[in-house]
């Protein structure tokens, strides 16, 4: 029988504070987990020297292949072509005009040949011509049943476990986290606050010019056909400075699109993490950089090497990719 | 000498809680406070019909005339002005050049005569063409030291002092505040944070397409001359719509450029607040509306007047009108 006396120090073991906890638990100790955690650190250490103040702490992050699969295609362009489906039957037109017959009879040989034209016909025909709020109507609807081809899962939950917890640390921490990608705002607003916990107004992507109407008396925010700001590569930084106002001092991409708001972020003063997810996991996910037509990583991947960006190594960083994988046990550290 | 006995019931009052206090100091008693403080109260008192999430609550404010002055003319107009006078001298053409040569010897009525076109050309000689930083840093310059030409105030202080309290009131009961406004995006934030307590992702306007690129190395982004967008009539509900991305439930603005931005914002459901700011008061502030060129209100007046909007008479409404106002003694209720 063990003594009262003996007991004590387990009791206080077991009082330590919270942050004796481990943040980012789907992580391999290593040092892109000891980076993301002593940057943390130090930027909220009040009379570090690297402090910054709440209102500052403004991070940033990519969404296809950074917070979400983007295999074997963008998800957003998988609703397109279901939408496509869901729609023909009020367009039979489509039954006899390309792109949309390659669509409807998944003639993927038909479809390349459209090219990036054909692609944005799709889009302009799944996209626009209704309101913001139908179309995330749409959208939501759309991922409560369509189901990823390879691993049979709704598309919000194909979510890097791993990223989930940077983004709740981060959070727990007093940062700002924003979603700033080249998909449409208002098709990643349908799930950001459910699965990211990042809401609306911090999701910044590409946008349609919209038009102020009313309809039958009702007020309503029409999606146009004509590309307003195209959220990718030097359009990155653009919209943070139109839309945020500050300068990040964290940013987190994994393809050449990401490459002109990481520098921005740099390049500003302090203290600044700017990260890379490698996708290098054919196992659990996939594997693919300099030479993918999704999601290439090249340039980017060079310029994070000579500036000492964190190259998070999926298969090497990550002990779970999935919030749907197995759980796993703590590390010994 | 006063008893235990008789004291006790004045320690008890001394003990009241805080929110006996009177949130709206400088307003007057009367229907429009009373509604102010109704909505709040109804949409953040858990259990109460009306009950709005604190994520949800979401006030949109005009600023131009509605959270300051906006006469003789436009700060940001008078702004511009001084920047043509102080950036002449990189500019010996302007001394021959209208709409330049008007503002530098002060020819109002040459000034008057190159009417839309020339202003144009007057903001963007003063607004574009270098990066959003150093555009701020001009602002922030400006403030310091011009004065408003009736007051002798600096204008950042020509701010509506109810206003100022309100702005406090509703982020106190957990709304988030937004400025929505047609000034440009970045003068507003050159002010904004340090005057109404507004950070600058919660402050949307007007802004010009923006060009990041390296210069000597360093990334900026640039400033050019084509307008993005608008953000005045149909646009605010546009912006709100693609930046915000949720509708509001309280909106005040002062001008029929806030019209669509009211009906967008009464439009929604469950119980919502939309006020007009209208200047009644030639003594203390300006009087003006359906026939002013600057803040004109005409359509949104009677809207406001058919659809029981909260219409704010300066004169009768507000107890001070600035910050710098003496200071007012509490009303008796």
Redesign the interface.
Known sequence: MTSLRSALPLLFLLSLPAFAADPLPSWHEGANKQQIIAFVQAVTTEGSKDYVKP?ERIAVFDNDGTLWTEQPAYFEVLFAFDEVKRLAAQHPEWQTTQPFKAVLEGDHQALAASGMDGLLKIIGATHTGIS?EAFIDNAKNWLKQARHPKTGKPFNQMIYQPMLEMLDYLRSQQF?TYIVSGGD??FM?AFAEEVYGV???Q?IGS?FV????LKDG??Q?LRTAKL?HNDDG??K??SI??????RPILAFGNSDGDL?ML??TA?GKGKRLMGLVHHTDAQREWAYDRNSQVGRLDKALDLAKTQHWTVVDMARDWRRIYPFDPAVQAEVQ
């Not at 919209?210 to 109407?213: D, G, S």
């Not at 400075?241 to 500050?246: A, H, K, L």
Request: proline residues 15%.
């Open positions: 209102a913001t700002k705002t208002a607003r809401p609306p107004e999701v946008n919209t038009q102020y109407q009702q007020p925010v307003a030097p359009g930084p653009e400075d139109s839309i945020i106002g500050r002109q520098q921005w390049a």
